[in-house]
Structure formats: structure tokens, C-alpha cells
């Protein structure tokens, strides 16, 4: 396996700031069943109470709640589907990054303010203020380059790393499926 290189990635940010700002595309969908397990769905149902149904967030304790249950503003992990293409540049790999939606659309804070709803094939999530960075885990999937670049200002400026977002309509989501901007709550 080998992880792109500093100018791979920086070759990247142009077609990443391409991504559409108000209505894009579903590119994967991930559940996470148990720690270090991926599995690519064809159909995935976002529910209020357990984020991704069948994933490990809502059975996960988080270090960031005063008693240890899943946080509520990090149910879903989101991640640009160019950004996950530039640092994970082999399709079979990228679901190893750790988010459940990978979309194609520009998810930089100034495009998505914390507040922001999608609506993301039936359901709708809302954009939290909750920051997303990489972790070890991710830096040993991706690679110590791409790690920098989506931590770098200009990757902190576009969340390369993506966003945390909490479900607020239940429903279905699908790779192929619209999304769309909504508003900012």
C-alpha cells in the first residue's frame, strides 16, 4: 500500500474546491458495525436515535460527554468524496477513513456553517460545530502527508478531514442519491 505524496495532495485541492457548494451527490455510504470493521452499503438507514443504524456510534462511549455515552453531535463522520479520493486514492481503502458519508460537496465552514441542513436522500442531518481532525488511526490508513494536509490551514479552512453532523430527519440514504442544501438553522 503506498499513500500519496505532499504534491499528489496538493495537486488535489483545485478539484476539491470544484465540489458543488448547494446540491451534490451521495458517493458511499460506511457502517462501522465494531472497531476497525467497515462495511460498504447499498442502503443505508439514518435514524434520530442511533445515527447510521447497525453502526458503533450509538454503542461507543465518547471521551467528550461527562458520562462517557455517544455525543450527540458526532453521529455521523462526513468527508468530501474528493478529499477521501485524494488521500485514500485506492477505491477498496477509502471506506477505512472512519466516516459513513463520504458526498460529494464542498463541506469547507464557510459553504457549511455549523447549523446547516442537508438533506441527504430521505433523510435530513444537520452540520454540528463539533471539530473532525485525524487521528492516529486514520494517519496510519492515509499516510503522515495526507494526515497534514487535511490538518493544514487550508485543509482546517475546507474540513478536509470532514465534518460531524447529527441526524434530524429519519430515513434512507443510497450512493447516487441527491444532496442538498437546506438551511442554516
Known sequence: MTHPTATELQTA???IRRSPSDAGVVALVVRRPTVGEREVLEVGLLSVDEGLVGDSWST??????ADGSPHPDMQLNVINARAAAAVSPDPDRRALAG???????????ANLPPGTRLAVGEAVIEITDRPHRGCAKFRRRVGAAAMRFVNSEVGRELNLRGVNAKVVVAGTVRPGDRVAKLTVR
Open 99 to 109: 466516516d459513513q458519508l463520504h458526498l460529494d460537496l464542498d463541506l469547507s465552514t
Open 60 to 65: 461507543r462511549g465518547s471521551r467528550h460527554t
Open 13 to 15: 485541492l483545485d478539484p
